[in-house]
């Protein structure tokens, strides 16, 4: 194991582990007033990411594309990661149809195991 290093210095308290694959999947097509979403699931030791994140990633997305102008193709796709160490939802649509916008949402989730 390696020593994780913030700032430059050694943080003796955190070690770094090795990288073990993670599960990717689909998990459910959404209509989301005009938009047509996709959401995936990124489980770190399980085949899909807790319930409860994937409930709090339906709710980000329909916060979040409540406040956009749907444009001409309303389309896009939401992410759900359940890491070891945090969990994080993302939310990406299309602006044109050669570029899509990015919104991440890093919030502290606490999500009980089962």
Not at 15 to 27: D, K, N
Not at 45 to 57: H, I
């Amino acid at each position: 194991m390696a020593l994780l290093r913030l700032g430059g210095q050694i943080n003796p308290g955190k070690l770094m582990e090795s990288y073990e694959p993670r599960a990717f999947r689909f998990i459910d097509l959404l209509a989301i007033g005009d938009w047509k979403m996709k959401l995936y699931g990124i489980a770190w030791r399980g085949e899909q990411p807790r319930e409860a994140l994937l409930e709090t990633a339906r709710r980000i997305a329909q916060e979040q594309l409540a406040q956009e102008k749907p444009n001409d193709y309303r389309v896009g796709f939401i992410g759900a990661h359940d890491g070891r160490d945090a969990c994080f939802v993302f939310v990406d649509f299309g602006e044109t149809r050669m570029s899509f916008f990015v919104a991440s949402f890093f919030r502290v989730l606490t999500i009980r195991s089962n």
